[in-house]
């Protein structure tokens, strides 16, 4: 059974990487044994596409290029590697918490302001500004 190939563009739409980023990604090396048709264009297979689905992901965890070309090369060496993957992959993951943790104390700090305008706004509380002097009436 023959395997199915994608050109360019399907690569794209099925990973929907932009064809700038995907030809980028392989320039730089991150895509490796990428495969050629007989007009020399780059054909990717389904592993190829799993591949940089994986790219795009680690991408998102904050990865740089060189650490995702790091994390590649542990791959390509093997099973041997997966101990050191686990580490590189352990602290992006602490890092990512680590920014959940901020956006929610931005959430948190939106809601309490939205609710602290709308007890102002309805009469509830006195308005005050911790940045402009707020003249007393009555």
């Known amino acids: 059974?023959?395997?199915?190939?994608?050109?360019?563009?399907q690569a794209?739409?099925?990973?929907?990487?932009?064809?700038?980023?995907?030809k980028f990604y392989c320039n730089e090396g991150l895509v490796p044994n990428v495969k050629r048709?007989?007009?020399?264009?780059?054909?990717?297979?389904d592993n190829d596409i799993a591949w940089i689905g994986s790219l795009q992901c680690l991408k998102n965890c904050g990865m740089s290029i060189v650490e995702m070309k790091e994390y590649m090369e542990l791959c390509l060496a093997g099973e041997k590697t997966i101990p050191e993957r686990k580490i590189v992959l352990d602290g992006k993951l602490k890092?990512?918490?680590?920014?959940?943790?901020?956006?929610?104390?931005?959430?948190?700090y939106i809601h309490w302001k939205?609710?602290?305008?709308?007890?102002?706004?309805?009469?509830?509380?006195?308005?005050?500004?911790?940045?402009?002097?707020?003249?007393?009436?009555?």
């Open 1 to 9: 059974m023959q395997k199915e190939l994608y050109s360019m563009k």
């Open 114 to 138: 939205q609710n602290l305008y709308d007890d102002f706004l309805s009469g509830k509380k006195k308005y005050y500004s911790n940045l402009v002097k707020v003249d007393e009436e009555g």
């Open 12 to 22: 794209c739409e099925k990973t929907g990487l932009s064809y700038d980023t995907l």
């Open 37 to 45: 048709d007989k007009n020399n264009y780059r054909i990717f297979d």
């Open 95 to 108: 890092e990512l918490e680590h920014k959940i943790h901020e956006i929610q104390e931005s959430i948190d």
